[in-house]
């Protein structure tokens, strides 16, 4: 027995040994560059926090899109030159207006740094932010602006409240309603004690003279683009091509040698690199463009690169609406078109091609308990990659796929349709115009993630898109360059979409096509309803009337059946105690039973069936019809109820909470809001159950029901986060079942039914008596 130890210690402790050697052997040599990158973000995290720019620090950390591959040839660089033209500082330019009232559908926001699209906000009171409520005045500041002596103001949108007052770009914001303001960041604290249409008064130095100015605040709109901390803008471009020169690739940190992630437990992934490495002596990312035109509809922005003999023009132009399509929610005017356009000034030919990265930072609202629709196996993210081709249906790929690089080789080839970001109710979209798609002008087409991923919540990744035009040679003095594309950033109003500006309807996504057979008619139901109502929580309770308004006949055969069971007991009680310990005797009995009585024990069971169509579709259409998200029941000036397409947030218990129900994940994550709704819908489920369900038979049936009862305390955790709309359904189907049983007849008391049951056995055996005295007769 010591020996046998003895050897297994012994061989135990080989094969430990064994293993950690073969581990080091196979781990790869840190390589020479990337110690100096982790040496030099090292020390630059030892570094005290210096004074932050006006802008955001240019970047040389590369790019890795989730699909790349190590370059086979070696990419070459451009040596080193002096700027090509004197730098020209940042200027914010927009678009449109905040003003529902114009002929605009949104207000947009661009900057000359990489002459970016920095945010993208509607305009329509319908669509606000449903996750912050305070006051708006207007985004007046960069999101990179440090805390000072006041809020610099760098634009002033049109329309907003801001506009409205005065405040003009050049102000320097001092204090709000008394309130001292010494940046963006105390600016947001302060109108987070403000209400939307209150007024305030602005405490500003304008050319070193201090004046006030009032504004009247408003709810936030909504940014269906929007930066995300100092995450890269949206629509940056580069060169991916020039000549034999090749856009230098490196992979992400977090990667080893061998090509294979290295997974993070618990902390934040290491920050995607959508900023890449551009050619040397190219800045189009980074840089400040040359501001060349701007009006109220279009920005065009230069860049010059005299080394490259190239000159790079980005054009911004923001769709009208006709002054008579004005009432018309569904008129196409929610798009830019933007032109890329490069131009050869040198004296001989070069080939180029292009990268340009799309739209991103989509809205994460409802981030704790919104849940869509998935084209793929698993759960969908709140902001989706995806892509459509010619003749084909669309491919989405899950943020959290993304995050992880779980993605298919870059699309290459094909006539693109549209590709970008898909979200619960909102869509950023790019499209080749109509006389661009006729032969493919993209090489590759990938998805990226952008900024920082949150290892236990993936499915929050910031994504969005990559495109690498194909190479093209320019002659000197010849044509440029030159693609133009449709950028779809509104609402998923399926009118809207299919309209032929767009043609977009397969974003708004139902689920298998028999979840869409029910919801798509259901939701068109409830619009009817609003017609009359102007309130969705009304037309819910319209609908579930005439649901169990329909389904009274079978209700009223199930209450009905319920109370005959109830009735039935004491001869079921009889039939087990005659036959004891003989199951299939006793089985046939009660058969016999239930027969001669006409009861049917599963009929209670068709009701509940017939309901659950209505159930999963009114489910499907809170998920996906924008029109049922910011509905209120009451009205939005209180925060209960104020989302149909939400929980009904009775009041915030965040600041008693742990963490990990706040944070609303997982089935213990209840968020940082007490909701009422789902605790009455359980209640009245368990009333129901009490009223309806007739006593248990035998033991087995007494088991059951009690395991029903724990059921419905786990139920009540599900459905804790569900949508109001969804629990006023069960509520009202609810009240209306104990309607029901509470006007029916009274059960017959047992007594009763024992005199009946020995009147039927009489008529019966007076029946078979007759019956045999005709056939007596007959033979005689």
């Not at 890449?276 to 701007?294: I, P, Q």
């Not at 009817?528 to 929580?537: C, E, Q």
Request: charged residues 25%; aromatic residues 8%.
């Amino acid at each position: 027995m010591e020996r046998r130890f003895i050897l297994f210690l012994v061989l135990s402790f080989a094969v430990l040994f064994g293993y950690s050697a073969l581990l080091r052997r196979n781990q790869p040599p840190v390589q020479p560059k990337q110690q100096a990158v982790a040496d030099r973000e090292k020390k630059e995290d030892e570094q005290p926090p210096g004074p932050m720019p006006e802008e955001v620090k240019p970047t040389d950390e590369p790019a890795v899109a989730p699909h790349e591959e190590p370059e086979k040839k070696t990419p070459a660089v451009i040596a080193p030159a002096p700027e090509p033209e004197p730098e020209h500082p940042e200027r914010w330019v927009t678009l449109g207006s905040a003003d529902h009232d114009e002929p605009f559908r949104m207000l947009v926001t661009l900057t000359t740094k990489g002459a970016a699209l920095a945010r993208v906000e509607l305009n329509d009171p319908r669509y606000r932010n449903v996750d912050e409520r305070y006051g708006f005045l207007g985004h007046v500041a960069s999101h990179c602006d440090k805390e000072g002596n006041g809020c610099r103001v760098r634009f002033v949108g049109r329309g907003t409240p801001a506009d409205e007052a005065g405040l003009k770009s050049g102000d320097l914001l001092k204090a709000l309603d008394g309130h001292a303001v010494s940046g963006p960041g105390s600016l947001r604290a302060v109108l987070r004690g403000a209400r939307p249409g209150q007024e305030v008064v602005l405490s500003i130095v304008r050319d070193g003279e201090p004046k006030t100015l009032t504004a009247t605040l408003r709810r936030i709109p909504l940014d269906v683009i929007a930066p995300e901390g100092d995450d890269p803008l949206s629509m940056l471009l580069t060169l991916s091509r020039f000549d034999d020169l090749l856009l230098a690739k490196q992979k992400d940190k977090d990667e080893g040698a061998d090509g294979e992630e290295k997974k993070a437990d618990d902390a934040p992934r290491p920050r995607d690199k959508a900023v890449s490495r551009e050619l040397d002596g190219l800045h189009l990312r980074t840089a400040n463009w040359k501001l060349v035109e701007a009006n109220k509809t279009c920005a065009v922005f230069s860049f010059k690169a005299p080394d490259l003999d190239l000159e790079f023009v980005k054009t911004y132009r923001l769709a009208e609406v006709p002054e008579q399509s004005l009432p018309d929610k569904d008129y196409p005017a929610y798009h830019l078109i933007f032109e890329v356009e490069i131009r050869n000034i040198g004296r001989q030919a070069h080939k180029v091609a292009y990268q340009l990265d799309g739209p991103n930072g989509l809205p994460l609202e409802g981030k704790w308990y919104a849940y869509r629709v998935s084209r793929n196996w698993g759960g969908a993210g709140l902001r989706d990659f995806i892509i459509s081709f010619d003749g084909g249906e669309p491919a989405m790929i899950n943020a959290s796929n993304v995050a992880d690089r779980d993605v298919p080789a870059p699309w290459s080839g094909k006539s693109l349709r549209f590709i970008g970001v898909d979200a619960q109710y909102f869509s950023a979209v790019l499209m080749p115009e109509a006389d661009e798609g006729k032969s493919p002008l993209f090489e590759e087409l990938t998805p990226i993630c952008v900024g920082e991923v949150d290892a236990k919540n993936k499915s929050w990744a910031n994504t969005s898109c990559r495109l690498t035009s194909v190479v093209v040679e320019l002659e000197p003095g010849g044509p440029p360059l030159k693609h133009a594309l449709k950028l779809f950033a509104g609402p998923k109003r399926p009118p809207l979409l299919e309209n032929k500006a767009y043609d977009l309807g397969e974003l708004v996504y139902y689920g298998w096509p028999i979840f869409a057979a029910v919801a798509v008619p259901l939701t068109k139901l409830l619009h009817l309803f609003y017609a009359v109502t102007f309130n969705y929580g009304l037309a819910i309770i319209l609908l579930t009337v005439l649901v169990r308004g329909c389904m009274f006949p079978l209700s009223r055969k199930q209450a009905i059946g319920a109370q005959k069971m109830q009735q039935l007991q004491p001869e079921i009680k009889k039939i087990q105690q005659k036959y004891k310990s003989n199951v299939e005797a006793r089985t046939k009995a009660q058969q016999e039973l239930f027969r001669k009585h006409n009861y049917n024990p599963l009929s209670g069971c068709l009701p509940i069936f017939i309901q659950l169509p209505i159930f999963i579709g009114l489910y499907r259409a809170l998920m996906v019809d924008v029109e049922l998200r910011d509905a209120p029941l009451l009205t939005s000036a209180i925060r209960w109820c104020s989302n149909l397409a939400a929980p009904d947030m009775l009041f915030d218990w965040s600041g008693f909470m742990p963490d990990w129900i706040n944070s609303g994940q997982g089935i213990f994550g209840l968020g940082p809001y007490f909701n009422l709704l789902p605790v009455l819908t359980i209640f009245l489920f368990i009333a129901q159950q009490k009223m309806f369900m007739p006593p248990a038979a035998d033991e087995q049936a007494a088991m059951q029901q009690k395991i029903m009862k724990y059921m419905m305390v786990f139920m009540g955790l599900l459905f804790f986060k569900v949508a109001s709309g969804l629990c006023i359904y069960f509520i009202a189907s609810s009240l209306w079942g104990l309607a029901e049983r509470k006007y029916l007849p009274k059960a017959a008391p047992a007594a009763a039914l024992a005199a009946e049951t020995r009147a039927e056995a009489k008529a019966r055996q007076r029946q078979e008596a007759e019956l045999a005295m005709k056939k007596k007769k007959k033979k005689e």
